[in-house]
């Protein structure tokens, strides 16, 4: 976000505080009706702000929505995907579910990024979709144990029965000696995103797409790096090192 110009950074910043917000209530261990009650509070404020009456908290986000004609619908999209987490535990959802669940908490932030960024609306929705699955699937799969912990795993079912993976208990799916298989067909459904992202960005101007770029290659690195390592027990934790991502982010500059 820092190599964009001033506006389109601030609104960029802006954005990511909103999702920050709504993501920490969905990740508070506490009890479930306080957050539903909370997410119910930005929803409310998102609204007021798109009737004109924003609370002086979203000042700066009132501004971005009127700079770059951001989409209520997709603020909206974002609690609600927060939602799906507080209301109950996911466990391996079917494909739908987890399609839905992607939609909402990573693409629907895309649509509203490639706004900031200037893209045309079909190219910039399709860009939104494919990266922000593939960026969500990487998550999902970076994060197994953190997200076991919270008695979450957002593997899909189908995708765990077709290995012989019946439970859906999250500790008892990491312990099952076919885990590797299931994640290996995750890794591909990520990796036909990112082939369907890169292709998009390649017919943009480059100036355009920077930003989207550099977190496609830093989560394509991830992902790598998490292939590289393999799924079963003990899975060491992945993080881009710091070298690599401004290595990145160079390449990406000119």
């Known amino acids: 976000m820092r190599i964009l110009p001033p506006a389109q950074r601030a609104a960029m910043f802006e954005i990511y505080s909103f999702c920050r917000a709504v993501d920490d209530i969905a ?7 306080p957050r539903r009650a909370q997410l119910a509070q930005w929803r409310a404020d998102i ?5 004109g009456a924003a609370p002086p908290q979203l000042a700066g986000l009132a501004s971005a929505v009127g700079t770059f004609a951001l989409e209520r619908e997709d603020f909206i999209a974002v609690i609600d ?3 799906m987490d507080v209301i109950a535990d996911i466990r391996a959802p079917d494909r739908p579910t987890l399609e839905l669940y992607c939609d909402r908490v990573a693409c629907a932030v895309g649509r509203l990024s490639v706004r900031v960024f ?3 609306a079909d190219s910039g929705r399709a860009l939104a979709h494919h990266l922000g699955s593939a960026l969500q699937l990487t998550n999902i799969l970076r994060d197994l144990d953190e997200d076991a912990s919270l008695g979450r795993l957002y593997l899909p079912r189908e995708v765990l029965q077709t290995h012989g993976i019946m439970a859906t208990d999250p500790n008892e799916v990491l312990a099952h000696p076919a885990i590797g298989k299931a994640c290996a067909d995750i890794v591909e459904f990520a990796g036909r995103h990112f082939s369907e992202a890169n292709a998009i960005m390649a017919r943009c101007p480059r100036r355009m797409v920077r930003a989207p770029r550099i977190m496609g ?5 991830i992902l ?17 090192p710091r070298l690599k991502l401004l ?8």
């Open 47 to 51: 609204d007021g702000l798109y009737r």
């Open 27 to 33: 990740d508070d261990p506490g009890p479930r009706e």
């Open 217 to 221: 290659q830093a989560y394509r690195t």
């Open 118 to 120: 200037g893209m045309p």
């Open 81 to 83: 995907g927060m939602e």
């Open 247 to 254: 290595g990145i982010v160079l390449r990406n500059l000119f």
């Open 224 to 240: 790598d790096a998490l292939v590289r390592r393999g799924f079963t027990a003990p899975r060491a934790r992945i993080r881009l």
